[in-house]
């Protein structure tokens, strides 16, 4: 019997009149995709309803090959994150991370600690009695952490911008648009020094939250 594989769903995609492409982090080879074909009277039975984003699934690989990809012989759920796909806003936090990370893990190659820190973000989105509204912030400065960036400067200093350039804080601006403005900076020191961010709200608003992302998806562009 074929070896399965952990996998953590981040995008499915039609592929042809009876098959789907998923793109997903696996525990053995990191980022990959495989091909699941399904016959139009068996699409239940063939385990795509245990497909969306952030599912994790144990995957059997088939020996069929697609091009570059693997074809999956069978599959189930590794864990049940029935919140995910069942709650809005739950499953509308989970589109965005699954974006995210497939926007920004370019590297082939597996990383145990970035697949536990994924693994560890979802049960944590599937399992919280309450889902902090910042949930998609602290993600997202935590994914920055594990990519390498660290932001150097002592927070405790009382400096008004954040520096995107240098990860730093400091207090002046200038127009290279490189200076997140005072308020995201100061929403990015009270994020990083917040100890109890489950219950914790930094923003106040939606437009905020929009914004700080935006800037945050600035920085690891840039970077």
Do not use: W
């Not at 974006?99 to 536990?116: A, C, M, R, S, Y």
């Not at 910042?134 to 952490?145: G, V």
């Not at 020191?189 to 930094?202: D, E, F, G, H, S």
């Amino acid at each position: 019997m074929s070896d399965t594989v952990c996998f953590i769903v981040l995008k499915c995609i039609k592929y042809k009149e009876s098959g789907y492409i998923i793109n997903g982090y696996s525990q053995l080879n990191g980022m990959e995709s495989y091909i699941l074909k399904t016959a139009q009277h068996k699409r239940r039975s063939s385990g795509l309803s245990y497909i969306y984003p952030l599912s994790i699934i144990e995957i059997t690989p088939s020996q069929k090959i697609y091009g570059s990809m693997k074809s999956i012989k069978e599959l189930y759920p590794h864990i049940n994150t029935t919140k995910i796909r069942s709650n809005l806003v739950r499953s509308s936090i989970a589109f965005y991370i699954s974006e995210l990370v497939l926007k920004t893990i370019k590297e082939p190659g597996n990383d145990n600690t970035l697949f536990q820190f994924l693994y560890d973000q979802i049960v944590d989105l599937d399992s919280l009695p309450n889902i902090s509204p910042d949930f998609r912030l602290y993600f997202t400065l935590d994914l920055i952490k594990y990519l390498g960036y660290q932001i150097t400067d002592d927070l405790s200093n009382n400096l008004d911008y954040f520096d995107i350039a240098s990860c730093k804080f400091v207090n002046t601006t200038n127009e290279s648009g490189l200076i997140l403005d005072k308020e995201s900076s100061n929403i990015l020191r009270n994020l990083l020094t917040c100890k109890n961010r489950y219950n914790q709200n930094i923003t106040q608003n939606r437009f905020q939250r929009y914004c700080f992302i935006n800037n945050m998806i600035k920085f690891i562009s840039y970077h």
